[in-house]
């Protein structure tokens, strides 16, 4: 079992930036790929980013690519997203996600509860 819990969401102005942050317990933490994923009001929860457990290969949406940064520090069993130039389209619930590998990713095993992201125009 591996338990995830976010934190670091928040309301920020357009161009501005925010870290999220996702701590892992549990005995696997460190042999999961670890993804972000996030929820607009009205639409479907869609792929932010991804990190393998090694650390040693990332994936990214498209519309982020060049903004967001997903990374772990598997000494403190914390995955974070740095979030860069964000835009008002940005704004949603992100949800920290747990699965075998970044392949398995769009069916992950284990979910966060989430924190909201706002980003104001």
């Known amino acids: 079992q591996v338990q995830l819990v976010e934190s670091g969401g928040g309301l920020v102005q357009a161009g501005g930036s925010l870290r999220l942050s996702c701590a892992a317990s549990g005995r696997t933490y460190s042999t999961y790929a670890m993804g972000w994923f996030r929820q607009a009001p009205g639409k479907e929860r869609e792929f932010v980013a991804a990190?393998?457990?090694?650390?040693?290969?990332?994936d990214y949406a498209d519309s982020v690519k060049g903004r967001f940064t997903i990374s772990r520090v598997s000494a403190k069993n914390t995955v974070a997203l740095q979030m860069n130039s964000l835009k008002p389209e940005d704004t949603g619930v992100y949800y920290c996600?747990?699965?075998?590998?970044?392949?398995?990713?769009?069916?992950?095993?284990?979910w966060g509860q989430g924190t909201q992201v706002t980003v104001s125009s």
């Open positions: 996600a747990a699965s075998d590998t970044i392949a398995t990713m769009t069916a992950p095993d284990y």
């Open positions: 990190i393998s457990w090694s650390g040693g290969r990332t």
